[in-house]
């Protein structure tokens, strides 16, 4: 799971409670961005899904 450490929807919290219920899910958080992660962040967005596609 993907999420930003400054965003409200879905609140860090919820996110991390999504992850731990999804067996082998990993949470990932952008730090410091918002809700827009991918227009804020689009650099670290898309190393994450690069991490991820590779596994």
Known sequence: MLTSDQGLLPPKELS????????R????????CGRLS???RPAKVAA????WRNG
């Open 16 to 23: 991390e409670e999504i992850t731990a219920a999804i067996r």
């Open 25 to 32: 899910a990993r949470l990932q958080v952008i730090a410091d």
């Open 38 to 40: 991918q227009a804020e």
């Open 48 to 51: 994450a899904l690069v991490a």
